[in-house]
């Protein structure tokens, strides 16, 4: 943990150069990136077609232009946080990620794969216990470009937000507090309130609210047991690019032309199943025996 919290000691770390490079991230994410949105949404208010309209749950209209628009936030997202990274602070984007060298990708497919089995096994299990709950919904001449643009788009989404919340962020804090349980639940909390405007909180905003609690939670704490950022940032692509192409809501923040549409937002079985599912994906790379036998080695301790 104290290895990867560390690495933002190679950098400069004055007060007005985290508020700048805040200031500067947002700018990126929240301002230029919402331009291409916005320009969408201009047209669609006025080119008179119905079926483009903008809703209670966002943007009604093509999916996939939707769906590039809404990712193009997330290269700005990631421009912002490398231009603060590598000039501001003055130290490389990979120090975000890992102490090594370079980035292990064996690591980052761990993480992806065994969190996409856990979905799909959990998504399995729903399916059979609620027989017509996922409907089979393939439309091949939407779904294979489609593919194409979420394998693309959805990766570099998903590790701009590991990079600022469970990298910057959190490398940010560690730089007073060192608590792994304080960090991590300080990850949950600041990934979960970026998510409270998304439409399916109006079925169950408390059980929504512990579940992109745990979502942030659990992905840090793992991130500061394992002392590196691949593993999340596996986890992470794998459970957008499973919603975006195999099963997604009728009503969610980001419609997409998915195998299969799910046609209940059943929350009580959801969150205990992601509950369980995240659980299991810590027990597999999380392993508090090495870790009792590391630090009582560093302590000069007996071995276990």
Not at 25 to 46: D, E, N, R, S, T
Not at 187 to 215: A, D, K, R
Not at 223 to 241: K, S, V
Not at 253 to 266: A, E, G, H, N, Y
């Amino acid at each position: 943990m104290h290895a990867y919290l560390d690495l933002v000691r190679l950098g400069k770390n004055d007060w007005w150069r985290y508020l700048l490079s805040v200031v500067l991230i947002l700018l990126f994410w929240q301002f230029l990136g919402a331009v291409p949105f916005a320009l969408l949404m201009g047209w669609y208010l006025l080119d008179g077609d119905p079926a483009t309209d903008l809703d209670t749950y966002g943007l009604r209209g093509d999916e996939t232009s939707i769906f590039i628009v809404s990712m193009l936030a997330s290269v700005f997202f990631l421009a912002g946080i490398f231009l603060a990274v590598r000039y501001i602070h003055g130290r490389p984007l990979r120090t975000l990620i890992t102490p090594a060298p370079a980035l292990d990708w064996r690591r980052a497919g761990q993480g992806f794969w065994v969190w996409f089995v856990i979905v799909a096994l959990l998504s399995l299990a729903e399916a059979l216990l609620y027989p017509g709950r996922y409907v089979w919904t393939p439309d091949l001449r939407r779904f294979l470009p489609f593919v194409f643009l979420a394998l693309i788009l959805i990766p570099i989404q998903t590790s701009a937000e590991e990079l600022f919340f469970r990298g910057y962020l959190l490398q940010w804090v560690g730089l007073r507090w060192r608590n792994i349980w304080l960090l991590s639940a300080l990850s949950g909390l600041i990934f979960g309130s970026m998510h409270t405007l998304n439409p399916e909180f109006q079925f169950n905003p408390l059980l929504l609210s512990v579940y992109y609690f745990l979502m942030g939670a659990v992905p840090a704490y793992v991130t500061l047991r394992d002392g590196r950022l691949e593993l999340a940032l596996g986890f992470h692509a794998a459970n957008n690019l499973f919603a975006a192409l195999f099963a997604n809501y009728e009503i969610t923040v980001m419609p997409t032309p998915s195998l299969f549409t799910i046609q209940t937002q059943d929350v009580l079985f959801a969150v205990p199943a992601a509950c369980f599912g995240l659980l299991v994906f810590v027990l597999i790379f999380v392993d508090p025996l090495r870790a009792r036998i590391e630090r009582r080695t560093a302590t000069g301790g007996e071995n276990v």
